[in-house]
C-alpha cells in the first residue's frame, strides 16, 4: 500500500457523501467508510464510491466470535473494499478467521488487508485502567495488541500517532494507520490523542485518517491539498 490520506466519510447518508467527493473532480482519493454510512446505505454506498474510481478503508471494527467475523470479513472482500479492521480485543483466533475470510471471499482476486484496532484514540490511559481493568500502560496495551495482531497474520494496525514510533519496531513493513490527526488551530473533538500529518509521518504512520480538519471546512478540496503537503513533504 502506498501512504494515503484516508479522508473519513462520516455523512449520515448518501447523497451528502456524494455532494462532497463531487468535489474533488479527477482526483482518485483515498476515503474511509465507518459505521454511519454504512448501516445507513449498506453496501451500496461502497459500489458507488468505487465507481468514482476511489479506494476504500471500510471501518466496522469486527469484534465477535471467530466464526461470525470469518463469514462476515468473507461476504465483504466481495465488495472490492481496500482495507478492513477488526478489534483485537477479540483475540488470535477471531484474527486468524478474519484473515480466512477475506481470503475465501477474494477468490482469485487480492485481498482487502486487515487491520487491528488497538486501542481508540478517543480512550485515555486512566479510562483504559478504570474501565478494561488493564493495568500496564496505555502504551504497553497498544503494543501488546499490535504484536497479538502481527503473529495472528494481520498486516497491521490502528494506532494513535504517539504509539506509532514504538509500532514499527515490530517490523519494518507492518501497516500503521493513524486516526486522530488535526492541523494547526483545528479543535480535537472527542479525540484524546492527536497530532498533526507531519508529526505522524515522522512518528512511523503508514497513512492517516483526517475527517473534520477536511470535511468540516468551507473548501475541503484546499484543506485536503494542505493535510497531503504536509504528510508528503517530511523527509
Known amino acids: ?40 446505505e449498506g453496501p451500496e454506498i461502497i459500489k458507488e464510491i468505487k ?8 471501518d466496522l471494527k469486527l469484534h465477535d466470535i471467530p466464526n461470525t467475523v470469518y463469514r462476515a470479513m468473507k461476504g465483504l472482500a466481495r465488495l472490492n473494499v481496500d482495507l ?18 477475506l481470503e475465501e471471499g477474494s477468490g482469485d482476486g487480492v485481498r ?17 485502567q478504570r474501565e478494561q481493568q488493564i493495568k500496564e500502560s496505555l502504551i504497553d496495551s497498544v503494543y501488546h495488541y499490535a504484536k497479538l495482531a502481527k503473529d495472528s497474520g494481520l498486516d ?5 500517532v ?40 515522522l512518528q512511523g504512520a503508514t497513512a492517516i485518517v483526517v475527517g473534520r ?7 475541503p478540496y484546499e484543506a485536503y491539498l494542505t493535510v497531503k503537503n504536509e504528510w508528503e513533504l517530511v523527509e
Do not use: W
Open 1 to 40: 500500500m502506498e501512504k494515503p490520506v484516508f479522508i473519513a466519510l462520516d455523512f449520515p447518508n448518501k447523497e451528502e457523501t456524494i455532494t462532497f467527493l463531487n468535489k474533488f473532480p479527477n482526483e482518485q482519493l483515498y476515503v474511509k467508510v465507518g459505521m454511519e454510512l454504512f448501516y445507513q
Open 51 to 58: 465507481a468514482y474510481g476511489h479506494k476504500i478503508f471500510l
Open 84 to 101: 478492513v479492521n477488526v478489534h483485537a480485543a477479540g483475540g488470535s483466533e477471531m484474527m486468524k478467521a478474519a484473515i480466512e475470510g
Open 112 to 128: 482487502p488487508k486487515c487491520i487491528a484496532v488497538t486501542q481508540l484514540t478517543s480512550t485515555t490511559e486512566e479510562q483504559m
Open 156 to 160: 497491521g494496525v490502528v494506532s494513535s
Open 162 to 201: 504517539h504509539e506509532a514510533n514504538l509500532i514499527r519496531k515490530i517490523d519494518e513493513n507492518f501497516l500503521i494507520v493513524t486516526p486522530g490527526i488535526r492541523l494547526a488551530n483545528d479543535q480535537v473533538g472527542d479525540q484524546k490523542r492527536v497530532a498533526n500529518p507531519r508529526y505522524a509521518r
Open 213 to 219: 480538519s477536511i470535511t468540516g471546512k468551507k473548501d
